[in-house]
């Protein structure tokens, strides 16, 4: 599984695989005839950091999804009783959480702009999927 990166500020169609400018792409073929802009930069696949954010959050601390981002996961892990909003503070009701309580939810388009730990405290994270 070799690794390509798009250079270029356009985007780029190679066979059945599509880049971004700027985007690091592992795919399962090597390519050939590379369009102007798409380098090889490793025989290997590329493990970019799926984390995004990563923190303990607590009484009406807003995080922020990042912008332009799609496919995601939010990870959340309980440390004390917790309530916690969605995109806004006007959001009600309140997910409930109990100490100990994991929330995992995966995301394939945006839905939350912002999470908001109204109480207690909540360690979050952001991250996207492979």
């Known amino acids: 599984m070799p690794t390509y990166q798009n250079t270029g500020s356009v985007e780029l169609n190679v066979g059945t695989y599509r880049f971004s400018p700027g985007e690091i792409k592992a795919v399962n073929e090597y390519l050939v005839n590379l369009p102007s802009g798409l380098v090889k930069t490793l025989d290997t696949p590329y493990i970019g950091n799926p984390v995004l954010y990563s923190a303990d959050v607590s009484n ?6 990042p912008v332009g981002l799609q496919e995601y996961t939010i990870k959340m ?15 009600t009701p309140a997910k ?13 388009t945006r839905a939350v702009d912002s999470i908001i730990v109204s109480s ?7 991250e996207t999927q492979p």
Not at 77 to 91: I, P, R
Not at 96 to 108: D, H, N, Q, R, T
Not at 120 to 126: R, T
């Open 60 to 65: 009406n601390t807003p995080v922020a999804v």
């Open 96 to 108: 409930v959480m109990y100490a100990g309580e994991i929330w995992v939810k995966s995301f394939k």
């Open 77 to 91: 892990y309980c440390k004390t009783a917790a309530s916690v909003l969605f995109n806004s503070t006007n959001n």
């Open 120 to 126: 207690g405290e909540v360690y979050i994270s952001i």
